[in-house]
């Protein structure tokens, strides 16, 4: 996931308690693997399943749009294929893998907020891994635990 | 995520800036301005937007700027830098107008306030406040008059939605009923004598602006206090997010977008504030001009036919791909639960029910003309 414009920047820890999100943790379970433009990616067999950070959901804020290629693209490690948006900005989202796509999210047509709620529970794409092995090049949860606290 | 962090020193800050990095809010460069967009932990956007429309919500709007004219010849100085017609208020009474170039676009829009017969307060953009300033020394200096940038005075405070009213009257001996949109009056607000209290407001809502000294210690209690107050009705902070959205779905001009100093009142749709038979302002021989030409383009409402949001600079294309237009505001309309936007387009396109592309990300996305503004509050 990559900002297509500067509009926004990444909040501050608040010390509320009563809020909607920022009221818990990050969350990055340790059964996903995770690329540096905030997506994830769990290995299924042959099958990777993806979807964005509970950081990339929180640097974005309310999510009102999800744009996603169709059954049967061919999708690119690190090239983009789909858009996410917030209320304010216009997000690319970049494949983990190589692959094909062999199913979509068609929920979040309707309920985009849904990678707000629960962004791990939110998939947007089904792909058929081409080589397995490429997750092995993606970062751990607690490397990325680390490289989302650097950026604040 | 880090702690709470400081501004960036280069950014100019309100005197609530402290208290917006307290609770929370995402902080964004505004103009020049560290101002808070959002407040993720006790609304957001979306729920901020809708705390407006159906509550009510507080908007520090301290970097907007203000512009003092005083002395004899105050009104003849309005007069002059101004398109609406001043001659026409009563003290207490304000209207939305604008400060023009003499090719007729925009230095600014801004609201004027008649507080005396020799005194008059412009509010102006945070973006534009050196600007306005400039302009307004470079363009009365021949009036008895003094013109001054009084924009750092004041901590202004927005209290609007529905439930503004009843949220301000449990801090104010003013009885604020009486108070008609776009007028004002002086009184005590939080304990503070002489406050500016304006039923204005840049969110299609009803609501008010508060005007007080711009003390961070005073900014911050009498925050804190509009909250507390408001907690029965459901008050909570709201950023430039929702201002945004909000002023988008009443369509409110922004300058930089609907306005600007390429852009003319007529094709802006503003005219309605242009008074073309005062005497004279600055602008008026090309309005006229203009009037008589017509305009080569003019600001449509677009609704989304097809699934996408029209954002700000995309590209409104006809069916051979050739662009006609250009979309200057879009979003999601959080109200409204639809994707709007306003564009620039041709006048043949403009008719109500055209259907038209808008280029997002390379594809045609279909939207058609709808009447403005998208969101109209309901008659009490």
């Given at each position: 996931?990559r900002?297509?414009?500067?509009?926004?920047?990444?909040?501050?820890t608040?010390?509320?308690?009563?809020?909607?999100?920022?009221?818990?943790?990050?969350?990055?379970?340790s059964?996903?693997?995770?690329?540096?433009?905030d997506?994830?990616?769990?290995?299924e067999?042959?099958t990777?399943?993806?979807?964005?950070?509970?950081?990339a959901?929180?640097?974005?804020?309310?999510i009102?749009?999800?744009?996603?290629?169709?059954?049967?693209?061919?999708?690119?490690?690190?090239?983009p294929?789909?858009?996410?948006?917030?209320?304010?900005?216009?997000?690319?989202?970049?494949?983990p893998?190589?692959?094909?796509?062999?199913?979509?999210?068609?929920?979040l047509?309707?309920?985009?907020?849904?990678?707000?709620?629960?962004?791990y529970?939110?998939?947007?794409?089904?792909?058929?891994?081409?080589?397995?092995g490429?997750a092995g090049?993606?970062?751990?949860?607690?490397?990325?635990?680390?490289?989302?606290?650097?950026?604040? | 995520?880090?702690?709470?962090?400081?501004?960036?020193?280069?950014?100019?800050k309100?005197?609530?800036?402290?208290?917006?990095?307290?609770?929370g809010a995402?902080?964004?460069?505004?103009?020049?301005w560290d101002?808070?967009?959002e407040?993720?932990?006790t609304?957001?956007?979306?729920?901020?937007h809708?705390?407006?429309?159906?509550?009510?919500?507080?908007f520090d709007v301290?970097?907007m700027?203000?512009?003092?004219?005083t002395?004899?010849?105050?009104?003849?100085?309005?007069?002059?830098?101004?398109?609406n017609?001043?001659?026409?208020?009563v003290?207490?009474?304000?209207?939305?107008?604008a400060?023009?170039?003499?090719?007729?676009?925009?230095?600014?829009?801004?609201i004027?306030?008649k507080?005396?017969?020799?005194?008059?307060?412009?509010?102006?953009n945070?973006?534009?406040?050196?600007?306005?300033?400039?302009?307004?020394?470079?363009?009365?200096?021949?009036?008895?008059?003094?013109?001054?940038?009084?924009?750092?005075?004041y901590?202004?405070?927005?209290?609007?939605?529905?439930?503004?009213?009843?949220l301000?009257?449990?801090?104010?001996?003013?009885?604020?009923?009486?108070?008609k949109?776009y007028?004002?009056?002086?009184?005590?607000?939080?304990?503070?004598k002489?406050?500016?209290?304006?039923?204005?407001g840049y969110?299609?809502?009803?609501g008010?602006?508060?005007?007080?000294?711009?003390?961070?210690?005073?900014?911050?209690?009498?925050?804190?206090?509009?909250?507390?107050?408001?907690?029965?009705?459901?008050?909570?902070?709201c950023?430039?997010g929702?201002?945004?959205?909000l002023r988008?779905?009443?369509?409110?001009?922004?300058?930089?977008?609907?306005i600007?100093?390429?852009?003319?009142?007529?094709?802006?749709g503003?005219?309605?504030?242009?008074?073309?038979?005062?005497?004279?302002?600055?602008?008026?021989?090309?309005?006229?001009?203009?009037?008589?030409?017509?305009?080569k383009?003019t600001?449509?409402?677009?609704?989304?036919i097809?699934?996408?949001?029209?954002?700000d600079?995309?590209?409104?294309?006809d069916?051979?791909?050739?662009?006609?237009?250009?979309?200057?505001?879009?979003s999601?309309?959080?109200?409204?639960?639809?994707?709007?936007?306003?564009?620039?387009?041709?006048?043949?396109k403009?008719?109500i029910g055209?259907?038209?592309?808008?280029e997002?990300?390379?594809?045609?996305?279909?939207a058609?003309?709808?009447?403005?503004?998208?969101?109209?509050?309901?008659?009490?």
């Amino acid at each position: 996931m990559r900002r297509q414009d500067a509009a926004a920047t990444a909040g501050e820890t608040p010390y509320y308690r009563q809020g909607r999100r920022y009221e818990r943790k990050m969350n990055y379970p340790s059964s996903l693997k995770y690329t540096k433009d905030d997506e994830w990616l769990k290995v299924e067999g042959d099958t990777g399943v993806v979807g964005i950070t509970d950081y990339a959901q929180n640097a974005l804020g309310d999510i009102v749009f999800v744009e996603l290629p169709k059954v049967g693209a061919e999708i690119t490690a690190g090239k983009p294929f789909g858009t996410v948006e917030s209320v304010k900005a216009v997000s690319e989202l970049f494949a983990p893998a190589n692959g094909t796509v062999t199913a979509i999210n068609d929920e979040l047509a309707n309920a985009p907020e849904k990678v707000n709620q629960d962004p791990y529970g939110a998939w947007m794409i089904k792909i058929k891994l081409k080589d397995k092995g490429e997750a092995g090049k993606l970062m751990s949860s607690a490397d990325y635990e680390k490289y989302a606290a650097e950026r604040g | 995520m880090s702690s709470v962090a400081e501004a960036s020193p280069t950014l100019r800050k309100t005197a609530l800036n402290p208290v917006h990095r307290q609770m929370g809010a995402k902080m964004v460069d505004f103009g020049g301005w560290d101002m808070p967009v959002e407040y993720p932990a006790t609304g957001g956007v979306l729920a901020e937007h809708l705390a407006v429309r159906t509550g009510v919500g507080i908007f520090d709007v301290s970097h907007m700027g203000d512009i003092r004219f005083t002395g004899p010849q105050a009104l003849n100085a309005v007069q002059h830098i101004s398109m609406n017609d001043a001659a026409r208020l009563v003290p207490g009474q304000a209207h939305y107008s604008a400060m023009l170039y003499p090719e007729a676009t925009f230095v600014d829009d801004i609201i004027v306030h008649k507080i005396g017969d020799e005194h008059y307060l412009f509010v102006i953009n945070a973006g534009t406040r050196e600007k306005d300033a400039g302009w307004v020394e470079q363009n009365v200096g021949g009036f008895r008059c003094k013109a001054e940038n009084v924009s750092d005075d004041y901590t202004q405070i927005a209290i609007q939605g529905p439930k503004g009213q009843a949220l301000l009257q449990k801090l104010t001996d003013v009885d604020l009923s009486p108070i008609k949109n776009y007028w004002f009056t002086f009184g005590t607000v939080c304990g503070l004598k002489n406050t500016m209290i304006a039923r204005t407001g840049y969110t299609g809502e009803d609501g008010f602006e508060i005007y007080i000294p711009a003390d961070p210690a005073t900014s911050a209690r009498v925050w804190h206090e509009v909250l507390k107050a408001g907690k029965e009705f459901g008050a909570i902070p709201c950023g430039l997010g929702a201002r945004n959205t909000l002023r988008l779905e009443a369509k409110m001009a922004l300058y930089g977008h609907e306005i600007s100093e390429k852009i003319n009142v007529f094709e802006a749709g503003l005219d309605r504030w242009c008074k073309l038979e005062k005497p004279e302002f600055i602008g008026k021989p090309a309005l006229e001009r203009i009037k008589a030409q017509g305009v080569k383009r003019t600001l449509v409402g677009l609704e989304m036919i097809e699934r996408g949001i029209a954002r700000d600079g995309y590209p409104i294309v006809d069916d051979s791909g050739s662009q006609i237009g250009c979309v200057t505001s879009g979003s999601v309309a959080p109200f409204l639960k639809k994707n709007i936007a306003l564009a620039y387009v041709p006048p043949d396109k403009a008719e109500i029910g055209s259907v038209l592309n808008v280029e997002i990300r390379g594809q045609k996305v279909k939207a058609k003309v709808v009447p403005t503004p998208f969101y109209k509050r309901p008659k009490k």
